[in-house]
Structures are given as C-alpha cells and as structure tokens.
C-alpha cells in the first residue's frame, strides 16, 4: 500500500529557506499517471495549495507563491521536495504532500504532515 | 482570505441531513466541474470524500453526496452519525493551473 512521509526541520529562522521532503513507499513515484503535490495549513486555518509536479518534472505552481516556491522531484530516491525561501511567521503551518491523479484535480493520498515553525 | 467561501460552521442532529455550501466565481466553481470535498478529523490530514463535483471514491458512504449549481457547491451528510463530526473543507480548479480551497466548516452533530 502507497504511502507518503514528510520530513524536515521543524523549526526555521525567518527570512531563510524553508526545505521539506515527501518520501514515498510501498510504490514507484515513476508513475505516468499521479502528480505529486503540497498543501499546508496554518495553525487554525484553511487548506492552501503550493503545486504539483509529475515524475518528469513539469508541474504547476500556485501563482501567489511562485516566486518563492520550488518543488522538484527524485525519482532515484521516490522522493520529492519543497522548498519555500524567505519566509516569514505567515508560513509556521503543518506541511502536507500529497498525490493526484494526472487529469484531476483533487488529492487522495495524503501523508500525516509535518509542522513547520518559523521563528527566531 | 480563501479564495471559495464556506460557512465557518454547520450542525445537524444525528439521522438528520446538512448541505455546506462553497461559493466561489465563474473562475473556479462555475467554470469547471473539479470540485471536490475533503473531511478533516483533528489532528488527521484530509479525507476526499467527493471529487468532480458528485463523484465518492471507492469507501465513501453514499451518505454523502455533492453538487453545484452556478457559482456554488454543496456537501450534503446525510443520516449524519457522530463520526461525521470534523471540518469540511471544499476546492476547486481555477483558471490557469491553480487549485483554489474554502476557508472550511465545523461540522457539529449535536
């Protein structure tokens, strides 16, 4: 059965990079027909998307963040990562990857999240 | 602020039927039938309990159901049991490769 594990530091200092990692097991991130993808959530708050990206590693971004935002892909480890630079107390959050399905839009496997702290 | 607006709350007795709606523009609910539900226990990554508007993966109860009409959808939890108790979030594909999410409601079953 597939599964998806974050990992990275749980607390950052403001105005440095913010570096997570999604490893997946029990299948092939190689596959032609899942996306992989970001979604945090503030403490108390909504969900809100960061991106997807396939095994090639074409992708898409969410575009209020796409300055800031790299997500890039390890198919030799089945691993993927974000990387969120400059950040601010606004992104202390709990960080999920997910998977979808190429030609969806919605996510059905979740990891259990990491919370990411940023403070000084 | 979340770019689909959703009730913060809703409540329902247990056996009774509540529908949450998300609003949003002809950008993202109206103009695309990519909306999908998630169900969110405390401290437990979301569930996708609808997608594509009404479509239920495979494990889903058939309780719960979706639509849209224009510009907003709805979840309805039908016969709601006490484990139906969690936030709802909704989202929806936006225009140009943007994925867009309510701010969530607190379903109550009281």
């Known amino acids: 059965q597939l599964q998806l594990q974050e990992s990275g530091p749980g607390l950052v200092k403001p105005s440095d990079t913010l570096s997570l990692t999604c490893t997946v097991s029990?299948?092939?991130?190689?596959?032609?027909?899942?996306?992989w993808g970001w979604v945090r959530q503030p403490p108390g708050k909504g969900l809100e998307w960061f991106g997807s990206?396939?095994?090639?590693?074409?992708?898409y971004y969410n575009p209020s963040l796409k300055g800031r935002l790299t997500i890039s892909i390890d198919t030799s480890n089945n691993q993927f990562s974000l990387k969120l630079s400059s950040v601010t107390a606004a992104d202390t959050a709990l960080y999920f990857c997910?998977?979808?399905?190429?030609?969806?839009?919605?996510?059905?496997?979740w990891g259990r999240g990491t919370l990411v702290t940023v403070s000084s | 602020q979340s770019a689909l607006t959703q009730p913060p709350s809703a409540s329902g007795s247990p056996g009774q039927s509540v529908t949450i709606s998300c609003t949003g523009t002809?950008?993202?609910?109206?103009?695309?039938?990519?909306v999908s539900w998630y169900q969110q226990h405390p401290g437990k990554a979301p569930k996708l309990m609808i997608y594509?508007?009404?479509k239920r993966p495979s494990g889903v109860p058939d309780r719960f159901s979706g639509s849209k009409s224009g510009n907003t959808a709805s979840l309805t939890v039908s016969g709601l049991k006490a484990e139906d108790e969690a936030d709802y979030y909704c989202?929806?594909?936006?225009?140009?490769?943007?994925?867009?999410f309510g701010g969530g409601t607190k379903l109550t079953v009281l």
């Open positions: 997910a998977r979808k399905y190429w030609g969806s839009w919605n996510f059905d496997l």
């Open positions: 029990g299948g092939s991130i190689r596959s032609s027909v899942y996306y």
């Open positions: 990206i396939f095994y090639s590693g074409s992708g």
């Open positions: 002809s950008s993202d609910v109206g103009g695309y039938n990519y």
């Open positions: 594509e508007v009404s």
């Open positions: 989202s929806s594909y936006a225009d140009s490769n943007n994925l867009v």
